[in-house]
C-alpha cells in the first residue's frame, strides 16, 4: 500500500526558505518517478517539480532556479528546498508518486499523493 507523508510546512515571509520532507512506504522507492505538487484554493493542482528514477530532475516554469528537489534513495525520503518564496507559491503541497513512463512535473504523471502539507508566504 502506497504511503506518501509530508512534513516541512509553515508559514514564512516572502524571500525566505522552507524544506519540504516526504516519507515514502510500501513500494520500492528507488524504482519510481517522485514528484511534489501543489493546489492553491480555486486553483487545478499543478505540477511543481519531478525526479526520476535516476535522478534526473525537472520544475515547473515558475519554480525553475528557486527550489530543488531531491530523494534519499537510502531512507526513502524525497525533499524539495524552496527559496526565494513568494506569495504566488501559498498553496498545500503533496508528495506524489509516478507509474508511467513520463516523469515530468504534471498532475497527470503521478496517480499517488499524501494528504499535503500547507505552506504560506506572507508579503
Known amino acids: 500500500q502506497v504511503h506518501l507523508v509530508e512534513s516541512g510546512g509553515g508559514s514564512v515571509q516572502a524571500g525566505g526558505s522552507l524544506r519540504l520532507s516526504c516519507a515514502a512506504s510500501?513500494?520500492?522507492?528507488?524504482?519510481?518517478?517522485m514528484g511534489w505538487l501543489r493546489q492553491s484554493p480555486g486553483k487545478e493542482r499543478e505540477g511543481v517539480a519531478a525526479?526520476?528514477?535516476?535522478?534526473?530532475?525537472s520544475y515547473a516554469d515558475s519554480v525553475q532556479g528557486r527550489f530543488t528537489i531531491s530523494r534519499d534513495n537510502a531512507k526513502n525520503i524525497l525533499y524539495l528546498e524552496m527559496n526565494s518564496l513568494t506569495s504566488e507559491d501559498t498553496a498545500m503541497y503533496y508528495c506524489?508518486?509516478?507509474?508511467?513512463?513520463?516523469?515530468?512535473?504534471?498532475?497527470?504523471?503521478?496517480?499517488?499523493w499524501g494528504r499535503g502539507t500547507q505552506v504560506t508566504v506572507s508579503s
Open positions: 525526479i526520476d528514477s535516476t535522478g534526473v530532475k
Open positions: 506524489a508518486r509516478g507509474g508511467g513512463s513520463s516523469c515530468r512535473p504534471r498532475r497527470a504523471d503521478f496517480g499517488y
Open positions: 510500501g513500494f520500492a522507492y528507488s524504482s519510481y518517478c
